[in-house]
């Protein structure tokens, strides 16, 4: 019987590489369902290609189009926030692969949770936000949540055959992105395109950004303590240059346990899709003789203080890795847009925390509350 997939954000780098997956396996998968923001173009295309059940847009402006360039074949199309939430509640899907960028990746995911889908996370937000609620939630509907981002796919597949084993650290590898090494002089005038230039991934520009202010590596931090439910002192992030350690554990009797392989996002994507098979591929293989050094050193978290910024995000709790996050994504989109500097981005976000209110215990009301305010605040700021 083939897995019925719900590709949430299907236009978008995550999205697109979920697709080839797919398109290699057409025996194992059925695409059920495609949304996407605004790319209305790549979505008409995917959906020529695979003619899913539905198809989701979530501007409304797009509706017509759509209806009219795909009027042809059997897809029900839908609009708009409340769509999203929908459509992964359908009977026909057995998957939910939450590729969508930033909070409005949350209640998308906590629809299909309810509705006891398996979810193949890729929207690390959405754990930052609400890792607790999710994970209790999953927990309470039985529902397995498999992570797709390289380095929690490494510590899950790390994790496999050692249940009642103690873990006495987990250690998240980074890139370092495209401004590893610089001083602080180096980055004052830096531009969203040398930003946006990462190294060794290709990623959409959220998360290209979020990564050279290692922002990136602070939210991975936070949705490691959620997703494998350890204390935050025992995460640690090292500097790895060429990504081909995605993470380790580090276990009570001092051993390591260590994922490899080339920076290539279609082999967790294919991991987490195809659980707990490992399915054939023609990805390119890692070769020894190409990387006869693998480097590794400590991140300067003054230079990249969005790092810390998380750790204490975190280590504070409540709801503030939830105003961290969306102050990060206000001022992201400003940075693209050449309105704040690099440097002024971490500046802002500890701007917004301190003078955002802290709820200790916050429900999904008081989250959705506090992401509002945080985006108004943040705005204000800049």
Request: aromatic fraction near 6%; proline fraction near 5%.
């Amino acid at each position: 019987m083939k897995r019925g997939i719900a590709i949430l954000g299907s236009t978008g780098s995550i999205g697109t590489q979920a697709l080839e997956v797919i398109r290699t396996h057409p025996d194992l998968f059925e695409v059920e369902v495609l949304t996407a923001n605004n790319n209305v173009d790549l979505l008409i295309q995917q959906a020529i290609e695979f003619v899913p059940n539905v198809i989701a847009i979530n501007n409304e402006s797009h509706y017509e189009r759509l209806t009219n360039e795909l009027s042809r074949l059997p897809i029900k199309i839908y609009c708009g926030n409340e769509a999203m939430e929908q459509v992964v509640t359908m009977e026909s899907v057995h998957m939910v692969l939450t590729a969508m960028v930033g909070f409005a990746g949350l209640k998308p995911t906590i629809s299909a949770i309810e509705a006891g889908k398996s979810i193949a996370l890729a929207n690390k937000e959405t754990m930052v936000v609400a890792g607790e609620i999710i994970m209790e939630l999953a927990k309470e509907k039985n529902v397995p949540v498999i992570p797709v981002d390289s380095e929690h796919s490494a510590i899950f597949q790390c994790l496999l055959g050692e249940q009642g084993n103690k873990i006495e650290k987990i250690i998240l590898t980074a890139s370092g992105g495209p401004f590893l090494n610089r001083n602080l002089s180096e980055l004052e005038k830096v531009s969203p395109e040398e930003a946006l230039n990462h190294p060794n991934w290709c990623m959409g520009p959220k998360i290209s950004i979020d990564s050279a202010t290692m922002m990136n590596k602070g939210l991975e931090v936070i949705e490691a303590r959620w997703l494998f439910d350890i204390e935050p002192s025992r995460i640690e992030v090292i500097i790895h240059p060429e990504s081909i350690i995605h993470s380790l554990v580090q276990f009570s009797d001092g051993s390591l346990k260590a994922q490899m392989g080339l920076p290539d996002m279609r082999l967790p994507i294919q991991y987490a899709l195809a659980f707990p098979m490992r399915l054939d591929s023609s990805f390119p293989r890692f070769d020894f003789q190409d990387f006869p050094n693998l480097n590794f050193q400590l991140p300067d978290k003054e230079i990249f203080r969005n790092l810390a910024i998380s750790f204490k995000s975190l280590e504070k709790g409540g709801n503030w890795p939830c105003i961290m996050n969306a102050a990060n994504e206000v001022a992201v989109e400003a940075f693209l847009k050449g309105k704040i500097t690099f440097l002024q981005i971490p500046d802002i976000i500890e701007n917004t925390l301190e003078q955002s209110g802290f709820i200790k215990k916050p429900d999904l009301d008081d989250l959705i509350g506090s992401d509002n305010q945080a985006r108004v605040l943040t705005k204000q700021l800049i």
